[in-house]
């Protein structure tokens, strides 16, 4: 009887002890390496279930070479993750290394919405310097980059990616100064670009959009 007691006592500190073990949350944001998230299409490549026009919507990954301006976002120049990630053919994959941009892929902004001549890259432009960016049901994924180039690599990098949209979210994303990056399945016009901002953010600003550019990929 008193052994029987020894052991049922023992039992529970045994299971306090397992209860007491601080479980791993599931916090978007405390997934800094990426390793944890769910990077299929599925969780929209990592951006989870919020698209980027719906309020506490987070980006995905960060491709460009500076991941100290996106310390919380998975970065897919990160050997490590990207190694990861090729065991994993039907998730997000780190796009191939590029060039050094040039000064005439630089995401300034233009006087008007009139697209460019067809670049040589293989992308149209569609429309230029907006107030609004691109919301659709086609939409795929969306993270943040450094320029231009680094968005079109990502479109080149996530199957069935026919549309690149690049624009400031002013007050967004934290504060970030970097270009989001929004991917869809089918090339959008300026008809498209209706999310035009106003979420109040955590400091009491209100985001806006602001120099919205749509790069068409060629079939």
């Known amino acids: 009887m008193k052994f ?13 002890a397992v209860a007491a073990v601080p479980q791993r949350g599931n916090n978007h944001d405390d997934d800094r390496g990426g390793n944890d998230r769910d990077f299929g299409r599925g969780n929209h490549y990592g951006a989870g279930p919020r698209r980027p026009w719906e309020r506490d919507s ?5 491709f460009g070479r500076h991941p100290n301006r996106a310390p919380r976002v998975p970065c897919l120049r990160d050997e490590n993750l990207c190694r990861e990630l090729r065991r994993k053919p039907r998730d997000i994959q780190c796009p191939n290394p590029h060039p050094t941009p040039s000064s005439s892929s630089s995401p ?3 006087s008007s919405s009139t697209p460019n001549p067809g670049p040589s890259d293989g992308y149209t432009q569609t429309f230029a310097n907006l107030s609004g960016a691109t919301q659709t049901g086609s939409y795929l994924t969306y993270g943040l980059v450094d320029t231009i ?5 990502m479109c080149n990098s996530v199957e069935g990616c026919a549309f690149a949209n690049t624009y400031r979210d002013v007050n967004g994303k ?18 498209s670009a209706t999310n035009v ?23």
């Open 4 to 16: 029987s007691t020894l052991l049922t006592a023992a039992l529970a500190v045994g299971v306090a």
């Open 58 to 62: 987070g980006p995905g990954w960060y």
């Open 108 to 110: 300034a902004p233009t």
């Open 149 to 153: 180039d680094d968005c079109k690599a």
């Open 174 to 191: 934290g504060g970030s100064l970097l270009l989001t990056c929004s991917l869809f399945g089918v090339c959008q016009g300026p008809e």
């Open 197 to 219: 901002g106003g979420q109040s953010q955590p400091d009491g600003s209100i985001n806006y959009i602001a120099n919205s550019d749509g790069w068409c990929k060629s079939a």
